[in-house]
């Protein structure tokens, strides 16, 4: 561990921001980081940090991917502009990178990859929750980083969201789905490290799976900083 912890950038909803960040900094705080609030109006430069994360919140536009327009969905153009430009920049810069729900999708998106606007729609076998506590199956990849340094192959995680990863994106590869087939974590298989989970992994900090998911993020994040191998640093993380 560095005596400098590394600084983690946070992007959040200009709406719930507020009360998320605190929650997601003390995750990082535990995993030996410092989190950092981005959001649109504040400063966000990639220099200054170690890692980013992408927080959840509000659905992605689909003019970003080519999408239809659902009458219920709650955009923000202004965070859209934002967390793509974000996330393009820092993996063209080799800054790890953690997609958090809308995180994840816009990881995908930044990548060229589609979503689903409606995905329960899509995969009426996948079990429809809208909560905080555990209540969805998820499986992990075998294989898969997601796999390896969480322990886990199977998961019970919480879900928000109603949009998913449809069409990968480039250099991305699928992490776990749920028990209907859609799409709950996507991840480079090469550095820079970047996954995407579509839960709320600092809800459940409880869970050693889910402390480790942050604890991986951290641990690229010091490799890079002390200009060490990321796939090395990212086993230790086990």
């Not at 980013?52 to 502009?81: F, K, N, Q, V």
């Not at 920049?89 to 606007?117: D, K």
């Not at 490799?223 to 990321?230: D, F, M, N, P």
Request: some cysteine; glycine content about 10%; overall charge positive.
């Amino acid at each position: 561990m560095r005596a400098t912890r590394p600084r983690i950038a946070v992007t959040t909803s200009a709406r719930s921001g507020w009360r998320i960040f605190p929650l997601v900094a003390l995750n990082l705080w535990v995993a030996g980081a410092r989190g950092v609030r981005w959001g649109t109006g504040r400063p966000a430069d990639l220099d200054h940090v170690d890692g980013l994360i992408i927080g959840g919140g509000d659905d992605i536009s689909p003019t970003l991917y080519g999408g239809e327009l659902l009458a219920d969905a709650r955009l923000d153009p202004e965070r859209d502009a934002l967390e793509r430009r974000l996330a393009e920049e820092a993996l063209a810069h080799g800054i790890p990178v953690l997609g958090i729900c809308r995180g994840a999708q816009m990881l995908n998106v930044a990548l060229g990859g589609t979503l689903h606007a409606d995905a329960y729609a899509v995969f009426p076998g996948s079990r429809r929750t809208r909560t905080i506590l555990p209540r969805k199956r998820v499986r992990a990849v075998r294989g898969s980083w997601l796999a390896t340094f969480s322990g886990r192959d199977e998961m019970t995680v919480n879900a928000l969201h109603s949009q998913a990863v449809d069409r990968l994106g480039t250099g991305l590869r699928v992490a776990a789905h749920d028990e209907g087939g859609m799409v709950q974590a996507i991840e480079r298989p090469e550095p820079p490290f970047a996954l995407g989970v579509q839960w709320h992994p600092e809800h459940l900090f409880y869970q050693r799976a889910q402390r480790r998911i942050f604890a991986a993020l951290v641990t690229a994040a010091q490799a890079r900083a002390e200009g060490r191998a990321a796939r090395p640093a990212l086993e230790a993380a086990r």
